[in-house]
């Protein structure tokens, strides 16, 4: 049963002509899905309306041809070839009652044009701006061009009318549509009627909502997504401007979306921005508007979405990663199941599908965009097979989300830990600077089992060989995790390098278990994700003199794909961390490190009284090396199979590791598929010559 402090998320509400069942709005966001696989990203939008959305929306899609982002993979709707792939997803999203919407998009000063060779138009000429700086410039649209845009948009909203959307989204926020591009004085140098002044600025947006309103506006609802501040000074759109602009179109679109200006602002991992972290920039826009608002902030908490739609700040509750982590979060709440809820943990995971061209995945949800790859459901798995019982080596992330999800599915679980506690990595990075949300991936398995009468877990349990073969279960799951190296062997270096015993040596795992450098403390970071950057914080902290020597040309080099890369540097730099770029460590001696450019081999000397190794990490499989070596007896000790995964197989992030304990247990005494392909894709059809 519902909480009745909650009841007022499931009001009802109107956006223009159309009204939502509550206020629970999944807001546009990216999949790495986008028109390459448009089934498997309609049936994760599908699973959200099941999960009781009451508006869920597509990513942004790309209304025409002569603005388009290659390499990054989104929606498109260029012609009517592309209606039957939009309206497979509207028909999903509005089958359990929800408003099914459309972000239309034009890139303008973002768009290289990469495929379609045209050349590029923004609303002022300027080079492109992309996360990959491409030599490219866009000319500035004439008055036949924005003559043309006007059309091209009205074409873009009959589309998606006929392909069953009730709600269309302007995209002018993130910098990356061109709504946003003509509002802001950073993008828009224009000396006609649309610059200058903010009603010049505002002249084609207001020129577009009205095309639509003729075209489609009295059936479908109309919303503008906009930045709150571009946070770039007066040059840019700053709240006190979005403050202005609103108050001056109070009523133009039916609904405001708001959100921060770049995405990495908007987005910022839970490392770097807290619940609700736009609040301030939101609070008092209500009062210059009749319109609905939806605002984000990575909610997770239904007390603070109830704050903020009792306070006046919000009517709809916007959410794109925690929508992700928990399709069925509404849901959850309407039924009084608050503690079953998967937090999201910030963690941006999801995002580097999008950055890296691929399918996106969550660390929290290993079904997420699984549903029609591989027929995965969040909330249900597959029927149990013919055996009974399952032992599980190992609570990290893997081994305890194979242990709930094998549950699920019925089996008699016993989960063997060697310590104390659950959680594994996952226990040890949750107290580092930073990381305390990332514990959210063991709190909801930690209480899930607790609720499962079919798991037992064992601590102070370091299994070997022959204690498994003794104890009688039908399948083993070896879960052990991984060490981080101390001999530097990474990228750089594929063997170990000259190292003096007298220098002392850390790895991350030494300063997880406590242990503590003293004095000027060398930090080298080959391995480019977060781990680097922040044991700089820890030990910065704890007083010491940090140097972060790496051979990448950025401070934690993969973190450009979650978003936080530029933040981290900022954070460093500020914290005193002297950053040492493009060099490696190729010695390190008694009082000092010897490191080398990556470009001219040149050597340099950094005295120093310590250094810790981010380097690459070591499988913990010992175990599971030794049952293999006695496979011959697995039959008489009634063993059927013997399996690793996650970091005991091969080391990754965290996602890799439920990933790899969910796809355990739903694949547990199924028919072995040999070398077909382990999940569905959709290839493009020939045309006809």
């Known amino acids: 049963m519902r909480d009745p402090r909650y009841d007022i998320l499931f009001e009802p509400m109107a956006i223009g002509p159309v009204t939502a069942k509550n206020r629970f709005y999944q807001v546009p966001h990216c999949n790495g899905a986008g028109y390459r696989d448009p089934s498997a990203a309609a049936a994760m939008r599908g699973v959200k309306a099941e999960g009781g959305w009451g508006v869920v929306f597509t990513e942004q899609c790309e209304m025409h041809h002569t603005s388009e982002i290659t390499p990054f993979i989104e929606l498109r709707l260029w012609e009517d070839k592309d209606i039957p792939m939009l309206a497979k997803m509207a028909e999903r999203m509005k089958e359990h009652g929800a408003l099914a919407g459309i972000q239309l998009a034009y890139s303008g000063v973002n768009g290289p044009n990469f495929y379609t060779k045209e050349v590029p138009r923004a609303v002022s000429a300027a080079p492109i701006r992309t996360f990959t700086n491409d030599p490219v410039q866009a000319r500035a649209l004439d008055k036949e061009d924005i003559c043309d845009l006007r059309r091209w948009f009205v074409n873009a909203a009959k589309r998606a009318k006929l392909a069953g959307f009730d709600l269309i989204c302007l995209y002018g926020a993130h910098g990356f549509g061109i709504f946003q591009h003509f509002l802001s004085r950073a993008t828009n140098h224009r000396t006609d009627e649309y610059g200058g002044s903010l009603e010049n600025r505002a002249r084609f947006v207001n020129e577009v909502i009205a095309d639509l309103r003729d075209a489609v506006g009295d059936d479908m609802g109309l919303t503008l997504r906009v930045s709150l501040d571009e946070s770039i000074g007066d040059l840019g759109f700053s709240n006190a401007e979005v403050r202005d602009f609103v108050e001056m179109n109070r009523n133009l679109p039916d609904l405001w979306d708001l959100a921060q200006g770049t995405w990495e602002a908007c987005s910022g991992p839970s490392r770097f921005k807290e619940e609700g972290a736009q609040e301030a920039l939101v609070r008092g826009i209500h009062e210059l508007t009749d319109r609905p608002i939806v605002g984000v902030g990575r909610f997770t908490s239904p007390d603070v979405m109830v704050r903020m739609i009792k306070s006046g700040v919000l009517d709809f509750i916007g959410c794109a990663r925690p929508s992700i982590a928990d399709p069925f979060l509404p849901r959850k709440i309407d039924e009084g199941r608050i503690e079953d809820i998967r937090e999201c943990i910030g963690c941006n995971i999801c995002i580097t599908g999008d950055m890296t061209m691929s399918i996106s995945r969550c660390t929290q949800n290993p079904t997420f965009m699984e549903e029609w790859r591989k027929g995965w459901h969040p909330e249900r798995m597959n029927p149990k097979g013919d055996s009974e019982s399952v032992l599980v080596v190992g609570a990290g992330p893997a081994g305890m989300e194979a242990a709930r999800a094998l549950a699920e599915r019925g089996y008699d679980v016993a989960l063997a830990e060697a310590g104390r506690t659950l ?63 101390r001999d530097g062997v990474a990228r750089q270096h594929v063997v170990p390098f000259a190292i003096d015993p007298a220098m002392p040596r850390f790895t991350p795992d030494d300063l997880m278990d406590g242990q503590r450098p003293s004095g000027h403390v060398v930090i080298y970071d080959d391995d480019h994700y977060y781990m680097g950057g922040v044991l700089a914080e820890l030990l910065v902290q704890a007083g010491n003199k940090v140097t972060l020597v790496t051979p990448s040309a950025y401070v934690s080099d993969w973190t450009v794909n979650t978003l936080e890369q530029h933040t981290i540097h900022r954070r460093l730099a500020q914290m005193g961390v002297e950053i040492v770029l493009n060099r490696g460590v190729v010695q390190i001696g008694a009082g000092h490190v010897v490191t080398n450019c990556t470009y001219t081999e040149t050597l340099r000397e950094i005295a120093c009284d310590a250094v810790v190794m981010v380097a690459s990490r070591l499988e913990e499989n010992a175990v599971f090396r030794d049952l293999k070596a006695r496979q011959a007896d697995w039959a008489d000790a009634g063993i059927r199979t013997v399996k690793i995964i996650g970091d005991a197989q091969a080391p990754g992030p965290i996602a890799w590791a439920t990933y790899a304990g969910h796809r355990y247990a739903r694949e547990l005494d199924m028919v072995e598929i040999g070398d077909a392909l382990p999940f569905r894709r959709e290839i493009t059809g020939l045309a006809v010559d």
Do not use: M
């Open 423 to 485: 959680g594994g990595r996952v226990a040890r990075e949750r107290l580092l600077p930073g990381l305390s949300a990332w514990g959210r991936v063991a709190d909801y398995r930690e209480f899930q089992i607790s609720q499962k009468p079919n798991v037992q877990v064992y601590f102070d349990s370091r299994l070997d060989a022959e204690s498994i073969l003794e104890f009688g279960f039908q399948h083993v799951c070896i879960a052990t995790g991984a060490k981080w190296r």
